[in-house]
């Protein structure tokens, strides 16, 4: 156990395994979060919309840390990429940056939610279908971020 907690640690101070490491939570935590959303919205279950709503928060809202770690890993990465790396990396900073308002829009409309289901139940099916809306285009986002983040280190995913 020692062998893996003290490299784990290790890691843990550099930022790009730390982004790498978080990268998938706007995505999958999103994707499940819109899942759990429709579900709850076609079973009429204010918990779990509630539930759904936190899932989607914690999701679109993960993307500051995988942001801000992504930001500080940006010169290391640029350090042992080839060109081609190089120009994904850019590629994928410029969708993040584009992009980036999505996810906490959403992160606020899905709390919105969240108070709506415990304070203000009626306007809860509208909020939740905002946040479904707005869930899907956090995913996209994210998948196309990731796309050009696949790149980055994947010469078999260039095109």
């Not at 893996?4 to 995505?27: A, D, K, W």
């Amino acid at each position: 156990m020692k062998d893996f907690i003290q490299p784990f640690l290790e890691h843990l101070q550099q930022p790009e395994y730390v982004h790498v490491l978080l990268n998938p939570l706007p995505i999958y935590a999103t994707a499940m979060g819109v899942i759990g959303l429709i579900l709850a919205f076609v079973l009429r279950s204010r918990q779990a919309q509630a539930v759904a709503c936190v899932i989607v928060f914690i999701g679109s809202a993960s993307v500051w840390p995988v942001t801000a770690f992504g930001d500080r890993a940006e010169d290391r990465v640029k350090a042992m990429s080839n060109k081609a790396a190089i120009s994904a990396l850019h590629e994928h900073v410029s969708r993040s940056d584009q992009t980036e308002w999505i996810f906490y829009l959403t992160a606020a409309v899905a709390l919105a939610g969240i108070i709506c289901a415990w304070k203000f139940p009626k306007l809860l099916p509208a909020v939740t279908i905002l946040t479904i809306l707005l869930a899907i285009a956090c995913t996209a986002a994210a998948a196309w971020i990731g796309q050009a983040g696949g790149q980055i280190r994947h010469s078999e995913f260039r095109q």
